[in-house]
């Protein structure tokens, strides 16, 4: 019977799982990919938009050679600081079910094992489910919903849909490696600044404007895609207006959902949230309304990176003491 089992080993998994073993806890994470997998989807080479000091678990760890990490800094950061500090993680295991058998009693089903508990901690981020736009050919080979690198797409006609900073990274990643890169986007998100509303940053924006003066990118004010097609694809701008573009390479990169299944199946109640639904938690304890079940990191409202660390040094201590 483990004290406390923590699904998912991304940033708040991990912060988690350290703030466990301080507190003495006989704990385990159980991730179903590889440590610090959302980090590792990212695109290949990115900077990350984070400062250091919003990223890391101690300050003073996470030692940049610029600013702000690239994605393979942060990637081996995190790693590194799961072995260092021997941290309970088993990797490449899936949760498939949890149940709460009695107060203080959970077992926690896998694809590999079944375990015991007395509380769990969903840290399962908000990736499993990506946003698609529902449109014929969409399922073609040629569209991705995920943007890793550009090499591929050299002279190539990319087009970008999506109104976020993935989308705007991926099409001026795309321009300055030398794609025909478009980027559809619905004028709301191109004129948003609002960084609460996640917009596109503005170090992103402003060199996505340099290569619009340049003619490197173009910005295609969207009202909808109407179909992919082999070689071409079919949209309506914001006037109606029919139009074809050849087309070799569509990003559809308009978000992602988190996975609420195993947390519904136990009755944790959910309701609509600034970026989707999210489970109903106690602001202070981030227990949900099924005693001795928690939740942290991108599913909550506390969704960047920052507040994916903070939250269980916070609230594990807790945990740790209701437990004793
Ligand atoms: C391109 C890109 C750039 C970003 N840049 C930044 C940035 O600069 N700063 C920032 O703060 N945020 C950034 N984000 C968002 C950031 O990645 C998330 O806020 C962060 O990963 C949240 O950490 P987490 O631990 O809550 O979730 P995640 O890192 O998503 O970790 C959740 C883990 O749970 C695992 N899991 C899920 N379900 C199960 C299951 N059933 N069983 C076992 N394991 C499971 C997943 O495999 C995953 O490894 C960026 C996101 C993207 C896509």
């Given at each position: 019977m483990f004290d406390l089992i923590i699904i998912g080993a991304g940033p708040a998994g991990i912060s988690a799982a350290y703030e466990a073993q301080k507190a003495g806890l006989d704990y385990l994470v159980v991730e179903k990919n590889l440590i610090g997998s959302t980090i590792y989807q990212y695109p290949i080479g990115l900077t990350v938009f984070s400062t250091v000091d919003e990223l890391?678990?101690?300050a003073g760890e996470l030692?940049?050679?610029r600013e702000k990490p690239t994605r393979e800094e942060l990637l081996n950061y995190y790693v590194r600081f799961v072995l260092d500090n021997n941290l309970n993680v088993r990797t490449e295991e899936e949760?498939?079910?949890?149940?709460k058998l009695s107060d203080n009693h959970f077992r926690i089903t896998t694809d590999k094992d079944i375990y015991e508990s007395r509380a769990v901690l969903f840290a399962i981020g908000a990736m499993d489910h990506v946003r698609r736009l529902g449109v014929p050919g969409e399922d073609l080979p040629k569209v991705h919903h995920l943007f890793r690198e550009t090499f591929p797409y050299v002279r190539k006609n990319a087009m970008v849909v999506g109104g976020g900073n993935s989308a705007g990274e991926?099409?001026?990643?795309?321009?300055q490696a030398g794609a025909n890169a478009i980027l559809a986007i619905f004028r709301a998100d191109w004129e948003n600044n609002d960084p609460k509303q996640g917009c596109i940053k503005y170090w992103v924006k402003q060199p996505l404007e340099e290569e619009l003066s340049k003619e490197c990118l173009n910005v295609y004010f969207l009202k909808r895609v109407v179909e992919i097609r082999d070689r071409e694809i079919v949209l309506e701008n914001e006037d109606g207006r029919i139009e074809t573009f050849p087309n070799d390479v569509v990003f559809i990169l308009i978000g992602a959902d988190a996975e609420l299944g195993l947390?519904?199946?136990l009755g944790v109640e959910t309701r609509p949230?600034?970026?989707?639904?999210v489970p109903v938690y106690d602001e202070e304890t981030f227990e949900t309304n099924v005693p001795g079940v928690?939740?942290?990191g991108h599913f909550t409202e506390a969704r960047h990176i920052a507040g994916a660390i903070k939250t269980p040094k916070k609230i594990v201590p807790l945990i740790a003491a209701?437990?004793?």
């Amino acid at each position: 019977m483990f004290d406390l089992i923590i699904i998912g080993a991304g940033p708040a998994g991990i912060s988690a799982a350290y703030e466990a073993q301080k507190a003495g806890l006989d704990y385990l994470v159980v991730e179903k990919n590889l440590i610090g997998s959302t980090i590792y989807q990212y695109p290949i080479g990115l900077t990350v938009f984070s400062t250091v000091d919003e990223l890391e678990f101690n300050a003073g760890e996470l030692r940049p050679a610029r600013e702000k990490p690239t994605r393979e800094e942060l990637l081996n950061y995190y790693v590194r600081f799961v072995l260092d500090n021997n941290l309970n993680v088993r990797t490449e295991e899936e949760v498939r079910g949890v149940e709460k058998l009695s107060d203080n009693h959970f077992r926690i089903t896998t694809d590999k094992d079944i375990y015991e508990s007395r509380a769990v901690l969903f840290a399962i981020g908000a990736m499993d489910h990506v946003r698609r736009l529902g449109v014929p050919g969409e399922d073609l080979p040629k569209v991705h919903h995920l943007f890793r690198e550009t090499f591929p797409y050299v002279r190539k006609n990319a087009m970008v849909v999506g109104g976020g900073n993935s989308a705007g990274e991926a099409a001026l990643f795309l321009a300055q490696a030398g794609a025909n890169a478009i980027l559809a986007i619905f004028r709301a998100d191109w004129e948003n600044n609002d960084p609460k509303q996640g917009c596109i940053k503005y170090w992103v924006k402003q060199p996505l404007e340099e290569e619009l003066s340049k003619e490197c990118l173009n910005v295609y004010f969207l009202k909808r895609v109407v179909e992919i097609r082999d070689r071409e694809i079919v949209l309506e701008n914001e006037d109606g207006r029919i139009e074809t573009f050849p087309n070799d390479v569509v990003f559809i990169l308009i978000g992602a959902d988190a996975e609420l299944g195993l947390l519904t199946n136990l009755g944790v109640e959910t309701r609509p949230g600034r970026y989707g639904t999210v489970p109903v938690y106690d602001e202070e304890t981030f227990e949900t309304n099924v005693p001795g079940v928690y939740v942290v990191g991108h599913f909550t409202e506390a969704r960047h990176i920052a507040g994916a660390i903070k939250t269980p040094k916070k609230i594990v201590p807790l945990i740790a003491a209701r437990l004793k």
